[in-house]
């Protein structure tokens, strides 16, 4: 089973790298989420695939020598909650700077910081 | 006498408390300002009484969920930690105070609640004594940064928030998988047992790629060379408060994760040293390069942050004890001071109407108390004696000459005498020269009083004052805690044999 979780986690992390490369944010959007999701991955394959059964101590037994790890269960809820809420913010901020600046190409974004010659000017035309 | 357990959790509990009531305060600005206010004293107060329970050196700890360490979430405080929450509660009652005066976020009800939950996300980064809760306290510090960065909702503010949002989600997911994969290797997660298991695992390869890994993840936090370019693309466009608290804590918390990993879990090996040594001199010169070109008060001093880290930075590329206890130094100085130059930032701006220093001028006559209190946290940035700065600098300087390590310190003087050039640059365009035009025409904003301002700069003035007049107290502070760092079995044991959480 590891070698197909391997390759599928680089195959994830590939797309994510190349959608987030791209200059259009929703894209970008769309990469931050496979990025999350092969980080979740992998946290699942470090904690050893193997048995699968259920963690539950029942009855007179105390230890759980042979069932399927529940850390990374643990860790990986944790990240996907977190992962949601962060690309929740992420897209209402998208959908804000899309309405207030008409853009979704990340190179025209200059609010910020513009181009050095055109502050330049403003300043020039403001002390005139 | 409080039990570890208590004074652990108050720090958290403070502006947790803080961050509910200022919620639930929503509709009622005044009350909710005194609730934040008091959650910052109270803060404060918790911080105190852990900086007053760990100075003689001792190391508390304790677990969370009635779960032994290293199961349980442990929560741990040695001088490191605590000087930091200290001063995190510090800035955080200055800030607020400031902010009482500041009209431009008053009528906005989630500065407070995200205020708090800064601090909250913060303060949980420096505590914690594991690696998985460190990324979620990492989480909610971000969350709520992302959230005060646009709160203002300005163009500009949407265009910086998208960058800044963007750069700093790519940088936690890989902290997130260095995680996982430190988990594959090891699995364990908390700090101290990380620290005992590393240097046993075979694969010396492995180890280095996973210090590489960590040491990218936190660099980007810390706005490291190559990784802080997100910084100068979004901090100047926040308000002053905002940007003020945000220039102290965010990038220290990266900053205080790297020299934590890097004592504790990983050994830096001298391979390490040289990278970590050549992004900090990179570091050192690109921030002040970029400050030297910029004609913008908050620019200038957002670039200064870059290149200030990168002193930091020195001490865990040497690793000496006497080179950790100048980071420590350095990090406290430089809280202080660059916070405080970012609040003298807000009221030039609110006196002469603009952050441009083209556009400004004159205010030596105008406003003479600031004229003298920008001087104090101006000249101590740039390591003038006999303020804090000189002797922080002198602690990072003299351990890299005694290691042989001459282009760290002779780096580290070039860029203090450009900080120098910096920061008179301001001094003669903001302060000294006859304005361009004529003083703009009183606002509503210029009208309200000063002095809630001018008290919360001046109290951080006096702090750095107190430093550079009086540095035996502080530097035998950063030693001790230096020494705590380096003797990483302290660490070990305090969190591995600390008995198990009762009260």
New interface residues.
């Given amino acids: 089973m590891e070698p197909l979780y391997i390759v599928a986690i680089g195959v994830i992390a590939g797309v994510a790298a190349y959608l987030?490369m791209s200059r259009n944010?929703l894209r970008?959007v769309l990469g931050?989420l496979l990025?999350?999701n092969?980080?979740n991955l992998?946290?699942f394959?470090?904690?050893?695939l193997g048995s699968s059964l259920p963690p539950l101590i029942t009855g007179e037994l105390t230890t759980i020598a042979l069932s399927a790890n529940p850390l990374?269960q643990a860790?990986i809820l944790?990240?996907i909650v977190?992962?949601f809420?962060?690309v929740a913010?992420?897209v209402v901020?998208?959908h804000?700077?899309d309405q207030?600046?008409h853009i979704v190409d990340?190179e025209e974004?200059?609010?910020?910081?513009p181009i050095e010659p055109i502050a330049d000017r403003k300043?020039n035309e403001?002390?005139q | 006498m409080m039990s570890p357990h208590v004074l652990l959790t108050l720090p958290i509990a403070a502006p947790l408390a803080g961050l509910v009531l200022t919620t639930l305060l929503w509709r009622m600005p005044r009350l909710q300002r005194f609730a934040g206010l008091a959650a910052g004293c109270a803060f404060l107060l918790a911080g105190i009484a852990l900086l007053a329970a760990t100075v003689d050196g001792d190391i508390l700890a304790t677990q969370f969920g009635s779960w032994e360490a290293p199961f349980g979430i442990s929560f741990v405080a040695d001088n490191l930690t605590s000087a930091m929450v200290l001063i995190t509660a510090i800035m955080a009652v200055v800030v607020a105070f400031y902010q009482l005066a500041a009209s431009e976020e008053n009528e906005r009800p989630m500065f407070q609640p995200l205020y708090h939950g800064l601090l909250l996300g913060v303060t949980g980064a420096f505590m914690t004594g594991d690696i998985?809760n460190m990324?979620?306290w990492f989480?909610i510090m971000?969350?709520s940064s992302?959230?005060l960065l646009?709160l203002g909702?300005t163009?500009?503010?949407?265009?910086?928030?998208?960058?800044y949002?963007?750069l700093n989600?790519?940088m936690t997911?890989l902290f997130?998988?260095a995680?996982?994969?430190l988990?594959?290797a090891t699995g364990t997660l908390n700090m101290a047992d990380l620290a005992k298991r590393v240097p046993n695992i075979e694969n010396d390869g492995l180890v280095t790629a996973l210090a590489i890994l960590f040491l990218l993840a936190f660099a980007s936090k810390a706005a490291l060379f190559p990784l802080f370019f997100w910084l100068?693309?979004?901090y100047?466009?926040a308000s002053t408060p905002i940007l003020a608290i945000f220039a102290a804590l965010l990038t220290k918390v990266g900053v205080y994760a790297i020299v934590r990993c890097f004592t504790l879990i990983f050994p830096v090996t001298d391979g390490l040293a040289t990278i970590i040594g050549v992004m900090a001199a990179l570091t050192m010169i690109t921030g002040v390069l970029g400050a030297a070109s910029h004609?913008d008060i908050r620019k200038i001093l957002s670039f200064h942050i870059i290149s200030q880290i990168g002193y930091m930075l020195v001490g865990v590329a040497i690793a000496t004890p006497l080179a950790l206890a100048g980071s420590v130094l350095y990090i406290v100085h430089h809280i202080i001071v660059k916070a405080n130059l970012f609040l003298i930032g807000g009221v030039i701006r609110r006196k002469s109407g603009s952050y441009?220093l083209?556009?400004i001028g004159g205010l030596h006559r105008t406003a003479p108390f600031l004229a003298i209190l920008f001087c104090i946290p101006a000249l101590s940035l740039a390591g003038l004696p006999p303020l804090s700065g000189f002797w922080a600098k002198y602690l990072v300087v003299k351990p890299s000459l005694d290691a042989g390590n001459w282009y760290l310190a002779a780096i580290s003087l070039a860029v203090g005498l450009l900080t120098l050039y910096s920061m008179l640059k301001i001094w003669n365009e903001a302060f000294w020269k006859t304005p361009?035009?004529a003083a703009p025409a009183p606002t509503r904003d210029s009208k309200n009083s000063f002095a809630a301002q001018y008290i919360a700069i001046a109290f951080l003035s006096a702090i750095t004052m107190a430093i550079g007049l009086n540095p035996e107290p502080f530097v035998a502070f950063s030693v001790e805690a230096a020494g705590q760092l380096t003797d990483s079995s302290r660490y070990i044991d305090a969190v591995l044999e600390s008995p198990y959480a009762r009260n």
């Fill in positions: 987030l944010v970008m931050l990025l999350g092969a980080a992998t946290i394959v470090a904690g050893r990374p860790l944790t990240a977190i992962s809420s962060l913010f992420t901020l998208l804000k700077a207030h600046l990340t974004m200059r609010e910020a910081e300043a403001a002390t | 998985f990324y979620v989480e971000l969350i992302f959230g646009v909702g163009k500009e503010q949407l265009d910086a928030g998208v960058k949002v963007m989600l790519v997911t997130l998988a995680i996982a994969f988990y594959g100068p693309a979004s100047h466009t004609f441009q083209k556009k361009a035009t």
